[in-house]
């Protein structure tokens, strides 16, 4: 049995109209979904009676040449429908921002680019020749550090009644301190050509260099960085446990400058009653001095219901009487 072709149905079939096409030479970009066209324009079809009907027509006829190209491109079927690839855009469109500003090469970046020193990938971890294990090369607990040794071998170099263990100590925190100007020399270069620098060093932003004069904008922001960094210090100074009573005072600090506004708390005793005692009686008095109108005497009140009591029988009783002396009179 001879399967039937399939049934091909066309557009006018379904009663949709394909509007006309543009009739003139256009240059399409279709990665951006735009067509152009570099004849001249004929500004005087636009600009009389019918322009905004002229204005329109074109318009649709550019639109209507994009999408039946856009339709012709190869697609595959997927659960949403069609699925065409764009090819890539050939018109260069301008950036929304400007392009970054590159970032200055650092001292030694300079150097070995002038040397023709090349980064090489080095591993974190070394092998330790005296624990025998694999360690860190930089950081705490690094490998083959100096001070983790318990013997320092003596050179020609040593001084007579030098301490090798102090001396390594010494060199190490210098060390630290070249490492730490370096590095505010390279945000200060980073600085000069506006680019950015981390956070935790924008402090030195604020300060001068190359013996400027500073003008009175200059000085404003100064004072107003003064003044934060002052604050930040007695807030640090009041967070210890004495809140600032015991520390060292900072050169140029008043004296009381970081007392605090608040008290500090103050807890009882845990092994002397006397204390609670006390500050129970003195609670118990306040509270009965503010509401001695609404406490009630019992005793007083006791006195007054056995009176009361002894009113009723003293009256049931001189009723009574009357009334047997009466009947006794009888004989």
């Given at each position: 049995m001879a399967t039937a072709a399939p049934?091909?149905?066309?557009?006018?079939?379904?009663?949709?109209?394909?509007?006309?096409?543009?009739?003139?030479?256009?240059?399409?970009?279709?990665?951006n979904l735009s067509a152009f066209d570099p004849a001249p324009v004929d500004a005087s079809r636009f600009s009389g009676p019918g322009g905004e009907e002229a204005l329109l027509d074109t318009a649709r006829g550019i639109v209507q040449s994009i999408s039946n190209r856009l339709f012709a491109l190869p697609a595959e079927p997927t659960k949403h429908g069609r699925l065409a690839e764009l090819p890539e855009p050939s018109t260069p469109l301008p950036r929304f921002q400007p392009l970054p500003k590159s970032k200055p090469m650092t001292k030694w970046q300079k150097f070995a680019q002038q040397k023709g020193i090349q980064k090489r990938k080095r591993s974190k971890l070394v092998f330790d020749d005296q624990s025998q294990e694999w360690k860190r090369r930089?950081?705490?607990?690094?490998?083959?550090?100096?001070?983790?040794?318990?013997?320092?071998?003596?050179?020609?170099?040593?001084?007579?009644?030098?301490?090798?263990?102090?001396?390594?100590?010494?060199?190490?925190?210098?060390?630290?301190?070249?490492?730490?100007?370096?590095?505010l020399e390279n945000v200060k270069g980073a600085l000069k050509v506006g680019a950015s620098v981390p956070t935790t060093v924008k402090l030195a932003s604020a300060l001068t260099s190359g013996g400027k004069t500073e003008g009175p904008k200059e000085r404003g922001k100064r004072k107003h960085l003064k003044d934060e960094i002052k604050n930040a210090h007695i807030q640090a100074g009041v967070s210890t446990a004495s809140m600032g009573k015991f520390d060292k005072r900072i050169k140029g600090e008043k004296e009381g400058e970081r007392n605090p506004n608040g008290?500090?708390?103050?807890?009882?005793?845990?092994?002397?009653?006397s204390a609670e005692r006390s500050k129970l009686n003195s609670f118990a008095d306040k509270f009965i001095?503010?509401?001695?109108?609404?406490?009630?005497?019992?005793?007083?009140a006791i006195s007054r219901f056995d009176v009361d009591a002894h009113d009723e029988r003293n009256t049931g009783k001189g009723s009574s009487g009357g009334g047997g002396r009466g009947g006794g009179g009888r004989g």
């Open positions: 049934v091909k149905i066309t557009a006018e079939q379904l009663g949709i109209t394909v509007g006309e096409e543009y009739d003139g030479q256009l240059e399409y970009d279709l990665g930089h950081g705490y607990g690094r490998a083959n550090d100096d001070l983790d040794h318990a013997i320092i071998e003596a050179s020609d170099k040593d001084k007579d009644g030098e301490d090798p263990f102090s001396r390594l100590s010494r060199e190490r925190k210098d060390r630290t301190k070249k490492n730490k100007k370096q590095q008290k500090r708390r103050k807890f009882m005793s845990n092994t002397d009653t001095r503010e509401r001695s109108d609404d406490i009630i005497d019992i005793k007083k």
